[in-house]
């Protein structure tokens, strides 16, 4: 069965940094996109950062930008969200997805598998 495990969340304050990290299991795949979404409360859940395995191509959400960092390991079994500079707005539940076939994207709905989530929360 697929599954994708997200750690490393917490709370931290704004400025600060946390390394969220996605660990997949029974995902035999090669090509796909694989990507980190976050819920805000009383939001709708969003794109974060996305990179895929297709041609290494990397999406960022503008929110994100300079500020994110999406990275994988070489057995692209672990995937992690370096996130500095955090901010109040920051503040949401984490999720790792992925989209098999795909190009990078930040494209909630063709997201084809989801982990639980981790929460991270940032303090002003």
């Known amino acids: 069965e697929v599954q994708f495990v997200e750690s490393g969340g917490g709370l931290v304050q704004a400025g600060g940094s946390l390394r969220l990290s996605c660990t997949t299991s029974?995902?035999?795949?090669?090509?796909?996109?694989i990507g980190w979404f976050r819920q805000a409360p009383g939001k709708e859940r969003e794109g974060v950062a996305c990179?895929?395995?297709?041609?290494?191509?990397?999406v960022y959400a503008d929110s994100v930008k300079d500020r994110f960092t999406i990275s994988n390991d070489n057995a692209e079994s672990t995937v992690y969200l370096q996130m500095n500079s955090l901010k109040p707005e920051d503040t949401a539940v984490y999720y790792c997805?992925?989209?098999?076939?795909?190009?990078?994207?930040?494209?909630?709905?063709?997201?084809?598998?989801w982990g639980k989530g981790t929460l991270v929360t940032v303090s002003s």
């Open positions: 997805a992925a989209d098999l076939w795909a190009f990078a994207h930040l494209v909630v709905t063709e997201m084809d598998y």
């Open positions: 029974g995902f035999p795949f090669h090509d796909y996109a």
């Open positions: 990179l895929s395995t297709r041609d290494g191509s990397i």
